[in-house]
DNA sequence: CTACCATTCAAACGATCGTTTGATTGCCGG
DNA sequence: CCGGCAATCAAACGATCGTTTGAATGGTAG
């Protein structure tokens, strides 16, 4: 069960709940009132400070996306400002973001799982917000990609970005098999994660 | 809406149905009262043949499972029978049995996407179910994969195998933003799916 | 102190959930 | 022709869902 955390706010602790809960067992799959008992808040504080579970659905979304975006977009232009950049470089923008954030708050690590979960839902809904949210950053990483990539043509390149999505999702939110063992800090793991990450797709991407 | 086939029994529709619903909405967002009602069977009929909703779910999968299994490992066999075999015929002996079944029955293109639904359900059950009745293929596609990949230790292996399985799900489910175009079939589309992977998956396994 | 306003609260709303019941159907062996 | 039995059916069960209501609370500005 996720910690209620006491000396935040009623909203943040909502967020911080919902967001657990969500990665847990998915955004039908967690009621309202699982959120707000384990957030330790009335049943009604959900409706009032969000207007509807699908609003703070949205919001969960929104609260760290925001952040990021800007992380991802700000680390693609410090590799773009290096002449001499290379796959891994990007590849790295993209992902030590998702990383940080992971690290940084305590529902970080949720929220990777929330996003992967978002894509396995095909709601048309929530497909639009996400696309209106995140498809300009998608859109410069491809761009990024595509000068770093200039033997692939706009389709192949395109087929091997969304298995390469496909991947970073998966194994950033740890569907896979692959437990952190007790003796490894869950920091290190995931840097792990990340560095296996980085060298395959990148292998991926240079397949001829 | 699902196709309700007139000519199959009770059973049979509630199983084509709720493979349809389960992969649109998820196992806790189709309900029962969905699934029989575009089944065009009473809602009783799922707890007279399979007792619950969850052991509808398992139902699901096995019929499915216990098919595409045996195509896995046979296609397995035949390949390890050829002393020349390349990453690619592994791979293809993972991917293809999944490709054709999706194309043989009406339903099969949304079992893959039920099953990718499965691993972001983080559900112990469910986990421990698929675990039972898929892990010893898991298994022996691992061990031909150590046979050809002698430069990976132990550890270094599974991470990949991890990311490839992850990238497999993801894009067979069709989770990514290609969307297939109106002049390509639907059985042209999943083959280019599976061309794409392969080639992608065996480099970033190759990688030193 | 009082009046206000944002917030919290218990309670209830109607809808829908998975499941169960008991009657009804229709086929099939004797 | 009839008794039995698997299958289907309408109806209802209690539980839980998201949401709404109206009263209680508590701090703050006038």
Redesign the interface.
């Known amino acids: 069960m996720p910690a209620a955390q006491p000396n935040f706010s009623t909203r943040e602790r909502i967020l911080g709940v919902a967001e657990t809960l969500f990665?847990?067992?998915?955004?039908?799959?967690a009621s309202l009132r699982q959120v707000t008992a384990a957030a330790k808040v009335n049943l009604a504080a959900v409706n009032y400070h969000f207007g509807s579970k699908e609003s703070l659905i949205e919001e969960v979304f929104r609260r760290r996306l925001d952040e990021l975006n800007r992380h991802r977009l700000a680390a693609l232009a410090a590799v773009q400002a290096n002449p001499a950049r290379v796959l891994e470089d990007v590849l790295g923008a993209f992902v030590s973001p998702a990383l940080e954030q992971s690290m940084d708050s305590a529902g970080g690590a949720a929220f990777v799982r929330v996003l992967?979960?978002a894509?396995?839902?095909?709601?048309e809904r929530l497909r639009r917000f996400l696309s209106d949210n995140y498809g300009h950053v998608?859109r410069e990483f491809a761009a990024a990609f595509a000068r770093l990539l200039p033997h692939l043509d706009k389709e192949?390149l395109?087929?091997?970005l969304?298995?390469?999505?496909?991947?970073l999702?998966?194994?950033m939110?740890d569907?896979?098999?692959?437990k952190r063992k007790n003796d490894v800090s869950e920091r290190s793991h995931r840097e792990?994660?990340a560095q296996?990450?980085i060298?395959?797709?990148?292998?991926?991407?240079?397949?001829p």
Chains 1, 2 share one sequence.
Not at 23 to 29: I, P, T
Not at 162 to 167: C, E, F, L, R
Not at 175 to 178: A, E, K, Q, S
Request: hydrophobic share 50%; proline share 0%; no cysteine.
């Open positions: 990665a847990r067992h998915g955004f039908a799959g992967a979960r894509y396995a839902e095909h709601d998608l192949e395109y087929w091997r969304d298995i390469v999505a496909g991947a999702t998966y194994a939110a569907f896979g098999m692959i792990q994660t296996h990450l060298r395959f797709a990148a292998a991926g991407l240079r397949a």
